[in-house]
């Protein structure tokens, strides 16, 4: 459903409110734009709810029913609905501007850096979950993932010298310290991406991001 709010926020992500939604539910957001997200999709159902409310009255208001108490009753009641739903819209869409402003006021980001395909699906398994752990007998360290993406100790170690990447060292290697990504790695992952030099290889699209569709010459 659209909103009033829909190109201000393209203009502020760099992507379409779609891409925003599927950003959250992946979980690759940091706080503010969690938060945005989130009041988005709150002030889309509101929106849902004053076009349907508008679209009674419409059926209501024309010749197919006859002009008697009954329709004038259904008529009353269906503008109360609709001053409801217009009035909790308003407060959803106050709520999601608040949301936007944070973002349209921080500071520009720092440009998070180029990544390799190998990286990116790093990431992504990162994101659903990983922990780094240290076998009892060999002694080697392995991250675990729900993807079970291969991701090496040395991989992990630069993932984390770029900053993409944190450990929860509070928690031993023997047990399974959670690897999280940082808002520079999340920043990676959902920054729209951009052409690469000839011959580079563009980064894979999330699994469950459909691709975008090219015409045929």
Same mark, same amino acid.
């Given at each position: 459903?659209?909103?009033?709010?829909?190109?201000?926020?393209? =203009? !502020?992500?760099?992507?379409?409110?779609?891409?925003?939604r599927r950003h959250r539910d992946g979980g690759l957001l940091d706080a503010p734009h969690a938060a945005?997200?989130?009041? /988005?999709?709150?002030? =889309?159902?509101?929106?849902? &709810? +004053?076009?349907?409310?508008?679209?009674?009255?419409?059926?209501?208001?024309?010749?197919?029913?006859?002009?008697? @108490?009954?329709?004038? !009753? $259904?008529? @009353?009641?269906?503008? &109360?609905?609709? *001053?409801?739903a217009a009035d909790a819209r308003d407060a959803k869409q106050a709520a999601a501007a608040?949301?936007?402003?944070?973002?349209? $006021?921080? *500071? #520009?980001?720092? !440009?998070? #850096?180029?990544?390799?395909?190998?990286?990116?699906? *790093?990431?992504? =398994?990162?994101?659903?979950?990983?922990?780094?752990?240290?076998?009892?007998?060999? /002694?080697?360290?392995? +991250?675990?993932?729900?993807?079970?993406?291969?991701?090496?100790? %040395?991989?992990? @170690?630069?993932?984390? %010298?770029?900053?993409? +990447?944190?450990?929860?060292?509070? /928690?031993?290697?023997?047990?399974?310290?959670?690897?999280?990504?940082?808002?520079?790695?999340?920043? *990676?992952?959902?920054?729209?991406?951009? $052409?690469?030099?000839?011959?580079?290889?563009?980064?894979?699209? #999330?699994?469950?991001? #459909?691709? +975008? $569709?090219?015409?045929?010459?």
């Amino acid at each position: 459903m659209p909103t009033a709010l829909d190109q201000r926020i393209e =203009a !502020a992500v760099g992507y379409d409110v779609e891409e925003l939604r599927r950003h959250r539910d992946g979980g690759l957001l940091d706080a503010p734009h969690a938060a945005l997200a989130d009041a /988005h999709r709150e002030l =889309a159902r509101a929106e849902r &709810d +004053v076009t349907f409310y508008r679209a009674r009255l419409a059926r209501l208001a024309s010749s197919e029913l006859p002009a008697d @108490q009954a329709l004038f !009753a $259904s008529i @009353q009641r269906t503008l &109360d609905h609709l *001053a409801r739903a217009a009035d909790a819209r308003d407060a959803k869409q106050a709520a999601a501007a608040a949301a936007l402003e944070s973002i349209e $006021s921080a *500071a #520009p980001r720092q !440009a998070p #850096p180029q990544l390799a395909t190998t990286d990116v699906a *790093a990431l992504l =398994a990162i994101a659903q979950g990983a922990k780094l752990h240290e076998h009892l007998v060999t /002694h080697r360290l392995a +991250v675990a993932t729900p993807t079970r993406t291969r991701i090496s100790y %040395a991989q992990l @170690q630069r993932l984390e %010298a770029m900053g993409l +990447v944190e450990r929860d060292r509070a /928690h031993p290697v023997q047990a399974g310290q959670p690897v999280a990504l940082t808002d520079i790695g999340r920043a *990676a992952l959902t920054e729209p991406r951009r $052409s690469g030099p000839p011959g580079t290889t563009p980064a894979p699209v #999330p699994p469950g991001f #459909p691709a +975008v $569709s090219r015409s045929r010459r």
